[in-house]
């Protein structure tokens, strides 16, 4: 068993407080989209952007048997938050989500709102905000966007007030990430879906340079902007890409398998189940590095993998994802897992194709076609099929 290098544990932390200090939801990730880009050409990685600011990176691979085979893994830089959808005559903001979240979370929080112009800070609050005004109303408050509202810190109590300071609609506004590293080895923060994967990411490319090791098979490392809103990597991939793995975030709840110490590899998600033998060669990679891995199922989720599939790419997916708790609210994982996930991407992008015959059609052939069980295995059972003799042409017989 080959020895892989170690992530950097110290500059995965450093990157992703980094990242999350930059404001991203959806439609907003230009600054984010320079960061990761800086630190790739630190690591004299090769990257091009689409002109939305999808940045597709290159590991060039060894190639030999394997020249016209590629394989991509993709992390997503846009987080979710909120847009400005009316301004309201008393000077506060009704707020539409950008990306799929609970206005639960959202109360409360301190944002940043950008105009135009430059930003307003302010916060998001129910409307019934106070206890001393409403008294026990404010528990019968429901749950919505249309129950909270924004209220800037500005001079700002007419629908003139805001048109001064120049707030629109269709203004984005970031919530804070409120990032904390404990002794314990936990991150909590909002937004570590997904910039917490792009650090594990990132460190394990790091890892791959800094020993000068070079993947057998050219490798596509791919950070999307877009994936909250669900088009993610659908328009990401100029290669003739074989095997794509996403890389995401494991919901830590009852009723789910996913640990914040451990690299969960999903088995199905919304979009259906993920590649049989991709996803069993992720599992074996981890057991070869006695990496900690759990198996898991999303049922309310849906990942960059499943929007390249839907684009129309012919191409094998898996996910990886890292463990965390109170997702898409105040997020926390722990060190452990985004080690093992980073672990996991370095014995991934170092490791053969599953099958170095996906780089060709089967034209017709079924010699090269995979099994996933041999047939005499898979037809065994206790429920015996009567033998096609006995059902065929049983009408002809019958008087």
């Known amino acids: ?73 993709s992390v997503h830089l846009d987080t979710i938050g909120a847009i400005v959808r009316e301004i309201k005559d008393n000077g506060r903001l009704g707020l539409a989500p950008v990306g799929c979240w609970s206005s639960r979370f959202a ?10 112009n430059g930003v307003i800070r302010g916060s998001v609050l129910p409307l019934m905000a106070s206890g001393h005004a409403f008294n026990t109303a404010v528990d019968t408050m429901p749950i919505s966007w249309d129950h909270v509202e924004l209220r800037l810190d500005a001079y700002c109590a007419t629908r003139a007030d805001c048109d ?32 917490a994967g792009a650090a594990a990411l990132l460190a394990s490319l790091k890892a791959i340079r800094d020993q000068g090791l070079q993947p057998m098979i050219d490798c596509h490392p791919l950070f999307t902007i877009t994936e909250e809103v669900g088009s993610g990597a659908a328009a990401a991939l100029p290669w003739d890409v074989s095997e794509f793995v996403g890389i995401d975030i494991a919901p830590v709840a009852p009723g789910q398998q996913s640990s914040e110490h451990a ?69 926390r994982t722990h060190i452990d897992s985004l080690k093992a996930l980073s672990r996991l991407l370095t014995a991934y992008m170092m490791s053969p194709p599953v099958f170095a015959s996906d780089a060709q059609p089967a034209q017709g052939s079924l010699e090269r076609f995979s099994h996933q069980l041999e047939h005499d295995a898979q037809m065994e059972s206790d429920t015996r099929v009567p033998p096609v003799d006995s059902l065929v042409g049983q009408h002809d017989r019958d008087p």
């Open 1 to 73: 068993m080959q020895q892989l290098p170690e992530p950097d544990l110290d500059y995965m932390q450093k990157v992703l407080l980094e990242m999350l200090a930059i404001p991203s939801p959806t439609g907003f990730t230009d600054t984010i989209v320079r960061y990761v880009a800086e630190r790739l050409e630190e690591l004299e990685i090769p990257f091009e952007l689409t002109r939305r600011g999808t940045i597709r990176a290159t590991l060039r691979g060894r190639q030999s048997e394997y020249e016209r085979f590629d394989r991509a893994v």
């Open 107 to 116: 109360e409360g929080s301190r944002v940043s709102l950008f105009t135009d």
């Open 164 to 195: 001064s300071l120049g707030v629109c609609v269709g203004d984005f506004v970031a919530f804070d990430p409120l990032p904390e590293f404990s002794e314990s080895g936990h991150i909590s923060a909002r937004h570590l879906d997904d910039k």
């Open 263 to 331: 690299v969960s590899v999903a088995m199905q998600d919304s979009g259906g189940p993920y590649d049989y033998h991709l996803s069993r060669q992720l599992l074996r990679l981890a057991a070869e590095q006695e990496i900690p891995v759990r198996r898991d199922l999303f049922r309310y989720y849906h990942s960059d993998a499943q929007s390249a599939v839907t684009a129309g790419h012919d191409i094998r997916t898996a996910l990886l994802a890292f463990g965390c708790d109170a997702t898409h609210g105040y997020e």
